[in-house]
């Protein structure tokens, strides 16, 4: 019988599957095509290893901040520690964000996926939402994905580690062999144009890198279940990021390779299409789309992980109702988190794709907003805890911590009015403000009745190393 409490059971390939499988997800399938018609063959890769430098960057102040404090909640624990009990529940509260806009959209993504490999299938006209029509049994594909991965990550971390691994495993063969495929039979005329649309196109792109990049922060959310000397927590986050630039970079290469832009440009799938073309068959299409489906449960595992334990870490310290505190006395899982993050993707297939895209929009700037604070939170604590014991040390951590905050900072003003890549009024900006309104909501009510004892408990794990006392 299990004591109810974290276990540190994950072990270096488990944890950089839990980053690198979330960082891949759906959005390689997808996109891609949209990314080169926006800014071109090299100005898509150009947008990647920009958006790659910055989340290179963010990852370092992780890495140390990670192996430092390897406590259940990362970002929470960080910022607590720097700034206080506003500035940690300002940028976990963000965070959580951005985790709930990907496991609700995931939700979402999984019957869209599905119409491509079964076309028509869509049954029961329930209703429309902001111009997309619910159907039951599209809905009905995205609730029964929702119960089995909510189900999964109840059953305990090594499960949803074993789904982790196996299936991103399969995601990169299937990618492997559309960038060799593509480097053998893919024609360099297709590239052009290079560049397209300017900087417009240029940073319609780079605003989207944050959100492909998302996924390696999952790894501090559950560092109090990773069973690997913290130094070595910090390495295997730098390389799940540098691992996620290469392949993004990748599949952009390959697609512009394989398709003209005429047929990118008419393309539903172009990434499908491409695959479909180095290989000479559509079974190779339809194989992609499938490890498409892949990056999907990938990146709802472990963005179900990340959500439920930095709900649980703020509801531990008192921050969110105590009931989703609580820790499954078998399974040592973060169970009635886990319930209401999988909850919230329960209901997300039935407002239809549309008003998901305005939630992931909007999460994606709770992401920015939350790696701006811990790049704060690095920085602060370079300089008033020099001596505090760092197993991952980044070096000449005072210029990346800097750098890291210029550039996360810059992403962030993307999203805010006059950007080209702003987000919708009022639509994007009304989730934004009611998330804010919650917040502040539980913020003050935490603030009045529990300052002293959330404190009390945060600084209790430090000298402990554990969140579940």
Not at 56 to 61: H, K, Q
Not at 109 to 129: C, Q, R
Not at 308 to 315: D, E, G, H, L, T
Not at 340 to 357: C, D, E
Request: hydrophobic fraction near 55%; charged fraction near 10%.
């Amino acid at each position: 019988m299990s004591d109810g409490k974290f276990k540190r059971v994950l072990k270096a390939r488990e944890v950089l599957a839990l980053a690198f499988g979330a960082m891949i997800g759906w959005g390689w399938v997808v996109l891609t095509g949209g990314w080169i018609e926006s800014a071109g063959s090299l100005g898509a890769m150009l947008a990647f290893v920009i958006g790659g430098v910055a989340v290179v960057l963010i990852g370092l102040t992780y890495a140390e901040l990670a192996s430092a404090m390897p406590l259940t909640g990362g970002e929470h624990v960080y910022s607590h520690r720097a700034l206080g009990m506003g500035g940690s529940f300002f940028c976990t509260w963000a965070i959580i964000l951005g985790y709930v806009s990907v496991v609700a959209f995931e939700a979402v993504a999984l019957p869209t996926v599905i119409e491509h490999l079964f076309p028509n299938y869509k049954l029961g006209y329930l209703w429309t939402v902001a111009g997309w029509d619910v159907y039951l049994t599209w809905a009905l594909v995205g609730v029964a994905g929702a119960v089995v991965m909510t189900w999964v990550n109840i059953r305990g971390i090594q499960a949803s580690a074993f789904l982790q691994k196996i299936v991103t495993l399969m995601i990169m063969i299937v990618g492997i062999m559309l960038a060799t495929g593509s480097l053998f039979s893919g024609d360099t005329g297709n590239l052009e144009p290079l560049f397209d649309n300017g900087m417009k196109g240029l940073l319609a792109v780079v605003i989207m890198t944050p959100f492909m990049f998302v996924g390696f922060d999952v790894i501090p959310q559950a560092a109090e279940e990773i069973d690997l000397p913290f130094r070595q927590i910090g390495r295997i986050l730098v390389l799940s990021v540098v691992m996620a630039v290469a392949w993004y970079l990748f599949m952009i290469l390959a697609v512009g390779l394989m398709m003209t832009p005429a047929e990118t440009a008419t393309s539903t799938l172009a990434t499908a299409d491409a695959m479909s073309a180095a290989f000479g068959g559509a079974w190779a299409g339809k194989l992609l789309v499938i490890a498409g489906i892949g990056g999907i449960l990938t990146s709802w595992n472990a963005f179900l992980v990340g959500g439920s334990r930095a709900v649980y870490a703020m509801a531990h310290a008192k921050m969110l109702p105590d009931f989703l505190g609580h820790l499954h006395p078998r399974y040592n899982t973060p169970v009635n988190a886990i319930l209401l993050v999988g909850g919230l993707s329960l209901i997300a297939p039935l407002f239809g794709r549309k008003a998901l895209v305005w939630l992931v929009d909007a999460g994606g700037l709770g992401i920015v907003v939350a790696y701006a604070t811990v790049t704060v939170s690095f920085l602060v604590l370079r300089r008033r805890e020099p001596e505090m014991e760092r197993p991952f040390r980044v070096r000449q951590g005072e210029f990346v911590g800097g750098a890291a905050l210029v550039l996360s900072l810059g992403i962030v003003l993307l999203y805010l009015p006059g950007s080209p890549a702003a987000l919708v009024w009022p639509y994007e900006w009304a989730i934004v403000l009611a998330w804010v309104v919650l917040g502040l909501g539980f913020y003050l009510r935490a603030r009045v009745a529990h300052a002293a004892e959330a404190d009390a408990i945060v600084k209790r794990e430090l000298e402990t190393g554990h969140s579940d006392i």
